[in-house]
């Protein structure tokens, strides 16, 4: 299977891998040969890339990186704890905070084991496609990606379990913000910003006096949109002044904004996403938290096309543990001729590099 553009496959090409929506109902199958309406439809929803099979690249599998119940277990439960908090008078808020605190904490104790377990880097792309609510499965893969980083930074378990919580917790804020404005798709105004860029402070305002929670994670909502060098948002505060936690929220939420599907813009890939954080390495993000998170994560996901710096080409097969940038890659080109493809271990041969990406779709 293969990784490609979705706007550039064409009428017929096979399915490698099955379409879910953030509900975990499938909405095309594995093995369907797409029509034009169904790659249509698919755009118009905002997917941008697609596993396509073929026969050069049958032997490379895509490996379920993530056990999908309890992905969708996680993300309902975030769902139903938001929605409650949307509908439910002030007073009462802090109530249904309270009551979630424990499903949350059991949640991302289950993470944190799968994590700890899978031992592979951690590839969500793809993972879930679509969504109607896009901010409850962002909730959730910046909780994920805030838990790889507290990981590789080597996090004590209390301490990543309370990371974890502000990590599903830290756009709660935005319950409060008018529905039109929240799913708006496209750009805002001045004005509909000002009532968005509200929500850090709202979200700490809501978290900060339910006692089963430490104070900590209310911080995190409250910074997770600061900057180190004081551009950030609510407070422009700066570097020290910035938990570390508000940082690695800030990372973990900057690169699954620009990498997650939407209907009014392309996702960026992972490596693309990646080229952001290291732009604002050392000034608005911290430099060690930038290198933790290309650590634990997956920057070629297994099926994208890559270029080498010695003119070959081939397809992601494996992923090498911690070193993101040198996976193992399946040979089929050199200097644009085909050759008779073979296994190349980019950690055996680290004169060669990955110079970038190609998602055409070619037959
Ligand atoms: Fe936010």
Same mark, same amino acid.
């Given at each position: 299977?293969?990784?490609?553009?979705?706007?550039?496959?064409?009428?017929?090409?096979?399915?490698?891998?099955?379409?879910? /929506?953030?509900?975990?109902?499938?909405? %095309? $199958? !594995?093995?369907?040969?797409?029509?034009?309406?169904?790659?249509?439809?698919?755009?118009?929803?905002?997917?941008?890339?697609?596993?396509?099979?073929?026969?050069?690249?049958?032997?490379?599998?895509?490996?379920?990186?993530?056990?999908?119940?309890?992905?969708?277990?996680?993300?309902?439960?975030?769902?139903?704890?938001?929605?409650?908090?949307q509908v439910d008078a002030t007073l009462s808020r802090s109530f249904v905070v309270e009551r979630a605190s424990q499903n949350f904490t059991d949640i991302i104790r289950q993470l944190h084991e799968?994590?700890?377990? /899978?031992?592979?880097?951690?590839?969500? %792309? $793809? !993972?879930?496609?679509?969504?109607?609510?896009?901010?409850?499965?962002h909730s959730f893969n910046v909780t994920l990606y805030s838990l790889a980083i507290g990981m590789e930074l080597g996090l004590p378990q209390k301490e990543i379990e309370t990371l974890g919580l502000g990590a599903i917790m830290h756009d709660v804020g935005k319950m409060k913000i008018p529905t039109d404005i929240l799913l708006k798709p496209g750009r805002l105004t001045d004005e509909e910003f000002q009532i968005v860029k509200q929500h850090p402070e709202d979200g700490f305002r809501l978290l900060k006096d339910?006692?089963?929670?430490?104070?900590?994670?209310?911080?995190?909502?409250?910074?997770?949109?600061?900057?180190?060098?004081?551009?950030?948002?609510?407070?422009?505060?700066?570097?020290?002044?910035?938990?570390?936690?508000?940082?690695i929220i800030a990372v973990a939420d900057v690169f699954d904004a620009v990498t997650s599907n939407r209907v009014y813009r392309k996702a960026m890939l992972p490596h693309d996403g990646l080229e952001i954080l290291f732009a604002g390495s050392g000034t608005l993000f911290e430099e060690e938290i930038v290198n933790a998170f290309r650590k634990a994560v997956a920057i070629?996901?297994?099926?994208?096309?890559?270029?080498?710096?010695?003119?070959?080409?081939?397809?992601?097969?494996?992923?090498?543990?911690?070193?993101?940038?040198?996976?193992?890659?399946?040979?089929?080109?050199?200097?644009g001729l085909n050759v008779t493809p073979y296994e190349l271990d980019l950690m055996k041969e680290l004169s060669v590099v990955i110079t970038g990406c190609d998602t055409t779709f070619s037959k």
């Open positions: 299977m293969r990784l490609v553009s979705t706007a550039t496959v064409e009428p017929g090409a096979i399915l490698a891998k099955t379409i879910y /929506n953030d509900k975990g109902q499938v909405l %095309l $199958s !594995d093995g369907v040969a797409l029509n034009e309406r169904m790659l249509k439809r698919l755009l118009e929803m905002g997917i941008a890339y697609v596993y396509i099979k073929d026969a050069k690249t049958e032997d490379i599998q895509y490996k379920e990186a993530f056990p999908r119940e309890l992905k969708v277990k996680a993300i309902k439960s975030i769902e139903s704890t938001f929605h409650q908090i799968e994590i700890k377990n /899978n031992g592979d880097l951690l590839s969500i %792309l $793809s !993972d879930v496609f679509t969504y109607d609510d896009y901010i409850f499965t339910v006692h089963t929670i430490s104070l900590l994670v209310a911080h995190c909502a409250y910074q997770h949109h600061e900057r180190i060098n004081g551009s950030g948002y609510p407070r422009g505060i700066k570097g020290n002044e910035i938990h570390r936690f508000g940082k070629y996901p297994v099926g994208i096309t890559v270029e080498l710096s010695d003119g070959r080409k081939g397809i992601v097969s494996e992923q090498n543990s911690g070193k993101s940038d040198r996976p193992k890659v399946k040979i089929l080109e050199k200097d």
